[in-house]
């Protein structure tokens, strides 16, 4: 069975300073991985995915990922937090092989960007 | 404006009061699923639908039912709700192929069961 572990409930960042939001995962075979961001009173909102190619990813908002395929790793970054980057953050995993259902997301980690 | 919306956004209800949490999508999508989600827990799939008329189970679906009977829709049904059923409850839609689609989320139900 897959597994998404984000060994951080809570991750604090001075504004303008870097921030990493990391994510580890266990599947069988090779991944597809999912970042999502929920604001307060919100759903979910799509940030970035690994699907194929280039380990670095893009997204939204500045965001970025790599994928590290030996460290079972996917860590959300960004070059400069803003306090607007105060969210909840979901790291999710499907495996290529899988079906459409099996998508695990963790436990999620709560970005603070203090001003 | 593509969205998913979910009715009502919060709900307070008592054991064994059946009720529904209704979800819509305007966005033809295939593929529709619900979560629940718990503090520590993050998002568990109750039970999902790959097209109309086709549903399965996901993760924690017992006390749960649903059915999609169109493509938009994919209401949620407790019929006899208990109290640890209270959590926040998401609907979520996505196009195919959805293996690697990304899922458009509604804004989330809050049911308390007392």
């Known amino acids: 069975a897959q597994s998404v572990a984000q060994p951080e409930d809570q991750v604090n960042v001075a504004e303008g300073n870097p921030l990493t939001v990391k994510c580890t995962y266990s599947v069988s075979g090779n991944p597809y991985l999912f970042w999502y961001v929920q604001y307060p009173n919100r759903g979910l909102q799509f940030l970035l995915k690994?699907?194929?190619?280039?380990?670095l990813v893009k997204g939204s908002y500045g965001f970025e990922a790599e994928f590290n395929k030996s460290q079972t790793s996917f860590h959300l970054k960004k070059p400069s937090a803003l306090v607007s980057d105060s969210a909840l953050y979901f790291c999710a995993v499907r495996p290529i092989s899988g079906s459409a259902r099996q998508l695990t997301f963790g436990s999620g980690t709560q970005l603070t960007v203090l001003p | 404006e593509a969205q998913v919306t979910q009715n009502p956004r919060y709900l307070i209800t008592v054991t064994g009061k059946k009720l529904t949490v209704t979800c819509s999508q305007n966005?033809?999508?295939?593929?529709m699923s619900w979560y629940r989600q718990d503090p520590g827990l993050g998002l568990r799939q109750i039970y999902y639908?790959?097209?109309?008329?086709?549903?399965d189970k996901g993760d924690v679906p017992e006390g749960y039912k649903v059915s999609r009977k169109e493509k938009r829709n994919f209401p949620l049904i407790l019929e006899s709700p208990s109290p640890n059923q209270t959590s926040l409850y998401f609907c979520a839609s996505s196009s195919a192929p959805t293996v690697y689609n990304e899922q458009f989320f509604g804004p989330g139900t809050r049911l308390t069961v007392l």
């Open positions: 966005m033809n999508h295939e593929y």
């Open positions: 690994y699907i194929t190619g280039d380990n």
């Open positions: 639908s790959m097209n109309v008329e086709v549903t």
